[in-house]
């Protein structure tokens, strides 16, 4: 059994456990103000927080990080064809910053221009090649199938999966999550607020305790005709007739523990209201949005940053925030789409981080980009296919910004890094992106297999990129 398989086993045995407890008093009911397991740090250092940023599809490696160099980008052009960005159009975003070899040189794509200046000023670095990896893998070992590799690659709900979780999917925690269960006691009453997707379901923020709190946007949401009018429950007697209904206790077990649930939820979106009261605008100059578009990425991190200006009023010291955009599968109109994609990515990100230093808290939120995989530096015609490794963004005050870690790729094509038509095999895993991340966030290193189960597997765990 590998130790990823005997991490999930116990996960679900701890699962079981827990239901098989609240099974005699409160079926189901976690109740998280009084879970008593120890954490794996203590706040002392205040308040940390991070943000994953997930682009869903699959984001093209090859026109996020562009070849700058002569030679590099002549190689580029050679690779892509027609999906090459042409040299000319990335002076204003080419990059200066260690961390690569002698002559070689990198470039955001134009439309990134925004992050431009994080970077400049040290609040960005780029993560070169980072993917799923089971343990240090050449290429000769994955063609011959010697190694043990990440489950269905190139698979989008599975390769989303492992990136949230190392394990494909079906996987019922997620390394957002286990963050989050070492972090509960740190949280006081209110760790129900550990983990927020503002983003919908994932995997990615669900523990073995820590429970996902999905807010949307505009704020909690709501349980029409209890917390808010919804044209039929228009009197307060009618309201107070339905909560009651759907809050007391009933001696079936199934329906007392639904109707504890709900009164939970009640109970959450109240409190996370008076937490948000009077922020509605606060941060519309920087991230602004519409009301026909209200869920885009600024207004997905817009809630983020109203969450963490609140983090005092409900008590918190860690928080792990999910947000996300989608479109990123670009087998098709990749130059007409991709730009755009990032163009959203830029102006949130750096919206984002204006509103975090605004606060005075820029070093204590970590931000950083995922995807399902990299893409093919080949072109299929019109856009390109699904790959393995890809380069992605960790933004923040404490990151050592304006600097590249990981490997660069020696060759585009055919180069000890391609596994067929340009599909980077990673030399960064994920385990190790997620370990300097948790590091960072206060967990030590007797726990951090928790959230990277194969760590162990990589002399090198911490990447270096925060302080």
């Not at 869920?295 to 008590?315: D, S, W, Y």
């Not at 820029?362 to 019109?382: I, L, W, Y």
């Amino acid at each position: 059994m590998t130790s990823t398989d005997t991490l999930a086993r116990r996960a679900f045995l701890r699962r079981l456990g827990h239901l098989g407890i609240a099974g005699t008093a409160a079926p189901w009911a976690i109740n998280l103000a009084a879970m008593g397991e120890a954490a794996a740090f203590t706040a002392n250092d205040g308040y940390k927080a991070l943000v994953c940023i997930f682009l869903y599809g699959g984001n093209d490696n090859g026109n996020t990080l562009i070849p700058y160099d002569s030679a590099g980008h002549a190689e580029y052009v050679q690779a892509r064809g027609t999906l090459a960005i042409a040299r000319a159009s990335l002076g204003a975003t080419a990059l200066t910053g260690n961390g690569l070899p002698a002559g070689r040189e990198y470039a955001l794509a134009p439309t990134l221009a925004p992050l431009k200046g994080l970077f400049d000023r040290r609040q960005l670095a780029v993560q070169l090649n980072v993917g799923p990896l089971r343990q240090p893998t050449t290429l000769a070992q994955y063609q011959a199938r010697s190694v043990p590799l990440p489950p269905k690659l190139f698979s989008h709900n599975d390769q989303q999966s492992v990136w949230q979780s190392s394990l494909a999917e079906g996987s019922v925690t997620g390394w957002g999550g286990n963050l989050g269960d070492l972090a509960l006691s740190s949280n006081g009453g209110n760790g129900l607020f550990t983990c927020m997707s503002v983003t919908g379901n994932a995997v990615f923020l669900s523990g073995d305790q820590a429970l996902a709190y999905q807010i949307g946007p505009g704020g909690a949401v709501a349980i029409n005709g209890v917390t808010r009018d919804d044209g039929m429950y228009n009197q307060q007697a009618c309201r107070q007739a339905l909560q009651t209904l759907i809050t007391q206790g009933r001696t079936h077990v199934l329906e007392n523990e639904l109707n504890r649930v709900v009164a939970r939820s009640i109970s959450s979106h109240a409190t996370l209201a008076g937490a948000l009261a009077g922020s509605d605008g606060q941060f519309d100059a920087l991230l602004p949005t519409t009301a026909e578009r209200p869920a885009t990425l600024n207004g997905q991190l817009k809630m983020v940053a109203r969450l963490i200006a609140a983090r005092n009023q409900l008590g918190l010291k860690r928080q792990v925030f999910l947000v996300s955009l989608g479109g990123f599968d670009t087998h098709d109109n990749l130059m007409t789409n991709h730009p755009k994609l990032l163009e959203q990515v830029a102006q949130a990100m750096a919206g984002f981080q204006g509103a975090l230093d605004a606060m005075g808290v820029g070093p204590q939120v970590t931000t950083f980009t995922a995807s399902d995989f990299g893409r093919t530096m080949t072109s299929n015609g019109d856009g390109s296919d699904h790959g393995w490794g890809s380069h992605h963004l960790v933004m923040g005050g404490a990151v050592k910004g304006g600097a590249f870690y990981g490997t660069a790729p020696t060759a585009l094509l055919k180069g000890p890094e391609d596994v067929g038509q340009g599909r980077l095999l990673p030399s960064t895993s994920v385990d190790q992106y997620a370990a300097t991340l948790a590091r960072w966030f206060g967990v030590n290193d007797g726990e951090m297999r928790e959230v990277a189960p194969s760590i162990g597997n990589f002399d090198q765990k911490n990447l270096g990129f925060l302080g």
